[in-house]
């Protein structure tokens, strides 16, 4: 049988893009080499499923995409946030809309996505291959000819699509091996690295801190002075370094910057000036200048902070309040507002939530997704050089990708 469209993929792109395709009358073929659907669709947000950012402004949206957002511009006139969202309640997913725009399913189960995006699969008779690797991509005079399978069978179709995701989570099966056959077929790949990902520090501060979480801290990163990159948001330290939204976001931002001399500070009063916290220091010791320094700072902040900035200020922390000098009170105040550590790494793949880089958009039409070099081929999803934060920015660019690769190679 001669297929319209082919699939390699069984991600969110790839099922989006299917029951698109098969919407519009296409007979439509899945290959997957797990042997289920949309693994890692129910490993995003803890098994939650972050599904979308409920942004209705397109150029914003881009905007939180960095410098390739605007490639999505074209594809969100056809497919945005809202779209996703009424996508799923048509087929019974009822969404809620939880701090910062993110959107999940009301079930809080990743599950009930994945079921109405196989729901749709069944409805329209498209076939899935699970559990079949795919050995080979034959391609002749700038067109694809057929899929050769590991077991050895061939796919034949009119279009094909290539929704293998990245590299990250690769016990899903994410290993990547699509750049490989991409740059054989003639694409750029731009070099992929982990990002969303936790950060390693040198210095064993985390590990005094290590447990504790912190609200809407502020995270600098700077190169021998230099400002790299800033972010703002919740984090929690590890035993090795620092996770949460707010460190996982910046990850994404350093993860092709880092050198030996990169720096991350932390400050945990970002809403406070160094001389309103001085202040602040000053009237509390005065009114409790019978009390230790580490007794009296409880009202401030967690006691392992307490203890971690006491020692980077130089204090003893069974000082009585009324003697504290002016340069200690000082040195305690930059401690809060500027706590240093060296950064050692980023945590790998296994760690990671998305892959950065991947084919380069110059290379594919945002209007259909189809490439400019091989005629019958289309791509979506996180092979693509396309990345966000955290808070349904990713999947977001699975399924307007998905949607608009379907709706073309139908």
């Not at 010791?285 to 902070?305: C, D, E, F, R, Y």
């Not at 998905?402 to 073309?408: E, K, Q, T």
Request: hydrophobic share 40%; glycine share 8%.
């Amino acid at each position: 049988m001669i297929y319209d469209l082919a699939i390699i993929g069984a991600g969110p792109a790839g099922l989006m893009a299917a029951n698109r395709a098969g919407e519009l009358g296409a007979k439509v073929i899945i290959i997957e080499k797990n042997r289920q659907p949309g693994i890692k669709l129910l490993l995003s947000g803890n098994g939650r499923c972050n599904l979308t950012n409920k942004i209705d402004n397109h150029r914003i949206l881009a905007d939180c995409y960095g410098n390739n957002g605007k490639f999505l511009l074209s594809g969100f006139s056809q497919f945005d946030a809202a779209d996703a969202i009424a996508f799923f309640a048509a087929r019974g997913v009822k969404t809620k809309v939880e701090d910062n725009n993110r959107v999940l399913p009301q079930s809080d189960q990743a599950r009930d996505i994945l079921k109405a995006l196989l729901a749709d699969l069944k409805k329209y008779q498209i076939k899935i291959k699970t559990d079949s690797a795919v050995k080979k991509i034959v391609a002749q005079n700038n067109k694809i000819q057929k899929i050769i399978l590991a077991k050895g069978e061939e796919i034949t179709a009119k279009n094909y699509l290539l929704a293998t995701g990245g590299k990250s989570y690769p016990l899903t099966g994410s290993t990547g091996e699509a750049y490989a056959w991409l740059q054989k077929l003639g694409h750029t790949i731009i070099e992929p690295r982990p990002a969303l990902t936790p950060i390693v520090l040198q210095e064993r501060t985390n590990k005094s801190l290590e447990g504790v979480s912190f609200k809407k801290i502020k995270l600098t990163v700077k190169q021998n002075n230099r400002l790299i990159a800033q972010e703002n948001g919740d984090i929690i330290f590890t035993a090795n370094g620092i996770s949460g939204p707010a460190a996982i976001n910046l990850s994404r931002l350093i993860t092709d910057r880092l050198s030996s001399d990169t720096a991350i500070i932390v400050d945990f009063f970002p809403s406070k000036t160094e001389s309103q916290i001085d202040t602040n220091l000053r009237e509390l010791w005065q009114a409790q200048k019978n009390k230790t320094i580490k007794n009296s700072l409880t009202v401030l902040a967690p006691t392992k902070l307490i203890d971690v900035a006491l020692k980077s200020a130089g204090i003893d922390p069974d000082k009585q309040a009324n003697v504290v000098t002016r340069a200690e009170r000082k040195s305690l105040v930059s401690s809060f507002k500027g706590l240093k550590a060296a950064i050692n790494r980023l945590e790998g793949y296994d760690r990671a939530i998305i892959t950065k880089g991947g084919v380069k958009i110059n290379e594919i039409d945002p209007k259909t997704m189809r490439s400019k070099i091989i005629a019958n081929l289309y791509l979506a999803g996180e092979i693509l050089d396309l990345d966000g934060p955290t808070g349904g920015f990713n999947l977001q660019i699975c399924w307007t990708t998905g949607y608009v690769a379907g709706d073309n190679a139908a």
